[in-house]
């Protein structure tokens, strides 16, 4: 009896496996993504899944979960399994170059989203996320807002949760924010910490600043994560004097903001834009089209409760 | 599939009606019991050729072997530590910092401002220096289990902080890259068909077998673990014993490093993260008991390369990366049941 | 006994090794690494200095005024997009009255009967706009996309410094009432937003004109 059942399980399983080998598809390409433990990633790698999908491309999501010895051996696997496209969100701009390079050397064109990689001539196209530019305008609003609301201080002081520190939009989003904050004297930075673009770790992080500095007026976080974290941690603290400031357009970020919560702004990233023309741009490569941009900056957009209405959560309305 | 085949086990064992008849099929599952995870490793192969055409090309078992090099140098200290009764969480924060050591000598080299010069080092200075870091920070493991008689299970998990802080100090967060193509050949390149990465395993399985085997000190590592008291009574100095098996594994998870940091270009300050899960998880897969005294290298090798198939095959035949996790760890746990189940019936 | 001789040969082996693949270099013969702010200064800027009168750029006037009627208009006839973006890029060129100073910008009106000036000169830059507006320089250029940013932040340092600030200080205190400026400056505005007046204007040119319209 146990023998008759197990020929059925290994028939069925044969079966399956069979049917998907031979499944009609346009070709198997590969979605690499940093990581899925965030949403706004995860919407990344949703909306490039689809759109491959829709074109009649096999799709496979890889998750590098930030670790660039993953990323490298799913581009082992990627090569190895003869994938058409790699549609690839790098782990880290310095380290992930020796992929793209391998996949290159093996033929398999390679399509960046939302960060770039600091070399040229190796990826077809980066389609990147100015996030300098979204630190920028992030800090122009801060200074906009905060002078406004403490506009009898003589100094205002503030924190900062920086994201993963060796991903390059940290720094990117970081530099731009300085670039105009420091610019104005009334600002000090009192603490500057590290809360992994993760929303559990911004908790954390921003409790302990709230016990070292209480005197912050406002945190500017490197991502909506930890924005998030941070807004629990003041309203935990019953803080109603201090204002948070975020990155991505993130989905309970907006309805934050819509609500009126002490989240004020955060930058729209455009992950679904940004995923659809890379499956859009791999699909033309994969039928002989070989003229690309090899930079194309997707700029971001400020989201205050000021313009809340014309934006949804990962794009406009 | 596994579970199915454990149960057709379970099935013949309670079969047994006659003490003659309890002998013969107790000695047909010993011999089965001793290849067990041999079948399992058998089984997976099949299960994944049949689902995917991928996955029996040279490319492809070559990328299997390469990736595994690393978790095999790894599980072979891991071995070697858990034949003492004892356990190393911090090869993973060693192979961090080897790797990292060897990164920032090779592209930065050491900075001695007071005398107004730079130590330059080539691929091979750099690399004998991590060895050497790895080598001795097995040693600070061994010293405080050894000397101060701390638990090793307490104590690597110690080193595996602090370790994983001094990567920290030492980046200072970032990653460092560009080491350059000698460097990088340790990683990816090819040797008469073969990968570097399979190379420097391959010599380093062989050397470690025949050294557990065939030489004094591998009979005092089956003692010590096996019954410690016993083997010091007997004249073995268990101390030393231990604290050499931790100074191997400490080097082997330099080793591991180097393979890594070349194949990367970089290295990453989560590099290693984890990873010591992998060896433990291949090590005991491949019969090594966590209580000490049973184990073999040749175990290990089967044991590391059931996790790389597993690894691979389920990436291949397009599981969902979430189903993956849960995937790994069922059949991680149901590979150590069909071992004691097996074991149980010698 | 034997163990001691192996161990030790091993050690004199890999203190050996180590020396033969190290090298003793003195500090100030390591090359300096890439200098954004000196790059922006000694060649980005003089090239765009000399680039200055073959820049695509569109009346201010005429801009303001299809911008009334119909900004999308405008934006398609006049406007630059850089990448995949809502945002619009204009080079505008074009003469106004100073209605005040500050220390910070000049409030200019370009055309008499509109309600308000239209145009804020100001010193504080951020951004990218010059470079994407101008594309002087090209995140192409650069191997890494940091570099390109610094360099840009370098460029807008550059002309708060050398454009806008001589101008306001030398304007300070003065009786601005009546004096015609002519410029030549960036702006960028979002696509689908209403034009909101007035319109921060990054100066690559000024000049104070005497008379009036």
Redesign the interface.
């Known amino acids: 009896m146990r023998r008759l059942i197990v020929l059925v399980v290994v028939a069925a399983l044969l079966l399956v496996g069979v049917t998907a080998v031979y499944a009609e598809t346009k070709g198997k390409v590969a979605v690499v993504i940093s990581t899925l433990n965030n949403p706004w990633f995860v919407v990344l790698a949703d909306a490039a899944k689809q759109r491959a999908e829709e074109l009649g491309y096999e799709v496979t999501v890889f998750d590098s979960q930030n670790d660039t010895a993953k990323e490298s051996a799913h581009f082992d696997t990627i090569i190895a399994a003869g994938f058409d496209a790699i549609l690839f969100n790098p782990t880290d701009?310095d380290g992930s170059i020796a992929n793209v390079r391998r996949a290159k050397e093996a033929g398999i064109p390679v399509f960046c989203i939302d960060r770039?990689i600091?070399?040229?001539g190796l990826a077809v196209a980066q389609?990147?996320s100015?996030n300098?530019?979204g630190g920028?305008?992030m800090?122009?609003y801060f200074v906009k807002f905060m002078k406004e609301k403490f506009k009898d201080m003589k100094t205002i002081p503030y924190a900062e949760l920086l994201g993963i520190l060796s991903a390059?939009p940290t720094?990117?989003r970081s530099?731009?924010f300085h670039?105009?904050v420091d610019?104005y004297k009334e600002f000090v930075m009192v603490a500057q910490q590290c809360a992994e673009f993760d929303r559990d770790t911004g908790f954390k992080v921003t409790e302990q600043i709230l016990q070292a500095h209480p005197e912050i007026k406002a945190i500017w976080c490197g991502n909506d994560a930890m924005a998030l974290g941070a807004l629990k941690a003041v309203e935990a603290a019953g803080r109603k004097d201090i204002y948070i400031f975020g990155f991505d357009g993130a989905e309970d970020v907006i309805y934050a903001i819509q609500e009126g919560k002490q989240i004020v702004a955060t930058i729209m990233q455009?992950p679904k834009?940004?995923s659809r023309?890379a499956a859009e741009w791999a699909d033309q490569y994969l039928r002989g089209e070989r003229q690309f941009?090899?930079?194309?900056?997707?700029?971001v957009?400020l989201v205050t409760s000021e313009n809340i209405e014309?934006y949804a959560p990962y794009g406009r309305k | 599939m596994r579970m199915l085949k454990n149960n057709q086990k379970v099935d013949n064992q309670t079969q047994m009606a006659s003490p003659a008849e309890a002998r013969k099929k107790a000695f047909d599952l010993r011999s089965i019991s001793r290849y067990q995870s041999l079948i399992i490793l058998g089984g997976l192969f099949v299960v994944f050729a049949t689902l995917s055409n991928r996955f029996v090309t040279p490319g492809n078992l070559w990328t299997i072997l390469r990736q595994s090099s690393v978790n095999l140098c790894l599980a072979i200290g891991m071995t070697y530590v858990i034949l003492t009764g004892g356990i190393d969480l911090s090869v993973g924060s060693i192979l961090g910092f080897s790797g990292a050591v060897a990164a920032k000598l090779l592209k930065y080299?050491l900075?001695l401002?007071a005398f107004?010069?730079?130590?330059?080092?080539?691929?091979?200075?750099?690399s004998?220096?991590a060895l050497?870091v790895g080598l001795a920070t097995g040693l600070l493991n061994g010293l405080i289990i050894t000397v101060f008689s701390v638990p090793p299970f307490v104590a690597t998990l110690g080193t595996m902080t602090a370790v994983r802080g001094f990567i920290m100090l030492w980046t200072k967060g970032y990653p460092i890259t560009k080491l350059g193509e000698t460097f990088d050949f340790i990683g990816s390149g090819w040797i008469l068909g073969v990968p570097t990465p399979v190379w420097i395993a391959g010599v380093i399985t062989v050397v470690a077998s025949v050294f557990l085997r065939f030489t004094r000190f591998g009979r005092y590592v089956y003692a010590v673990g096996g019954n410690e008291r016993a083997a010091v009574l007997s004249g073995v100095n268990a101390k030393r014993t231990k604290l050499i098996t931790y100074m191997i594994s400490g080097f082997l998870a330099a080793v591991a490093g180097l393979i890594v940091t070349a194949r990367l270009d970089s290295a990453q300050p989560n590099a290693g993260l984890m990873y010591e899960l992998d060896a433990i998880a291949a090590a005991v897969i491949g019969g090594a008991s966590l209580s000490g005294g049973k184990g073999t290298i040749e175990g290990t090798i089967i044991g590391t390369l059931i996790i790389g198939v597993l690894n691979n095959g389920l990436v291949l035949t397009g599981v969902s990366p979430f189903w993956q996790q849960v995937a790994k760890g069922f059949i991680i746990i149901a590979a150590v049941i069909a071992e004691r189940i097996g074991k149980g019936r010698e | 006994m034997r163990k001691r001789i192996i161990l030790t040969s091993l050690v004199v082996l890999?203190a050996f090794?180590?020396?033969?693949?190290?090298?003793?270099?003195?500090?100030?013969s390591?090359k300096a690494s890439f200098d954004p702010k000196a790059y922006a200064q000694t060649v980005v800027w003089p090239k765009l200095q000399s680039q200055l009168a073959d820049l695509k750029k569109a009346d201010a006037y005429e801009v303001l005024e299809i911008f009334d009627i119909n900004p999308e208009e405008a934006h398609e006839k006049f406007a630059k997009t850089?990448?995949?973006?809502?945002?619009r890029y204009y080079i505008v060129e074009g003469s106004g009255q100073i209605v005040s100073v500050d220390e910070d910008g000049i409030l200019v009106q370009v055309r008499p009967d509109s309600e308000r000036p239209e145009f804020y000169i100001t010193s504080?830059v951020?951004?990218?706009t010059i470079v994407m507006a101008t594309g002087i320089i090209?995140?192409?250029d650069f191997?890494?996309?940091?570099d390109f940013?610094?360099v840009?932040?370098a460029l807008?340092q550059i002309v708060r410094d050398e454009v806008a600030l001589p101008l306001i200080s030398s304007l300070k205190g003065a009786n601005v009432q009546g004096m015609v400026i002519k410029f030549l400056g960036l702006f960028n505005v979002?696509k689908?937003d209403p034009i909101k007046y007035p319109i921060n204007l990054i100066p690559l040119r000024l000049e104070l004109s005497q008379g009036g319209y």
């Open positions: 701009a770039g600091n070399a040229r389609i990147y100015d300098y530019y920028v305008l800090g122009e390059q720094w990117d530099n731009g670039s105009v610019n455009f834009l940004m023309l941009p090899e930079i194309v900056p997707v700029t957009e014309k | 080299g900075s401002t107004g010069v730079v130590l330059q080092f080539g691929v091979m200075g750099a004998i220096i050497i | 890999a090794l180590i020396y033969r693949s190290c090298k003793v270099v003195p500090l100030s390591i850089v990448g995949v973006s809502n945002y504080r951020f951004g990218n090209k995140m192409e191997d890494r996309i940091m940013n610094l840009s932040t807008n979002l689908d």
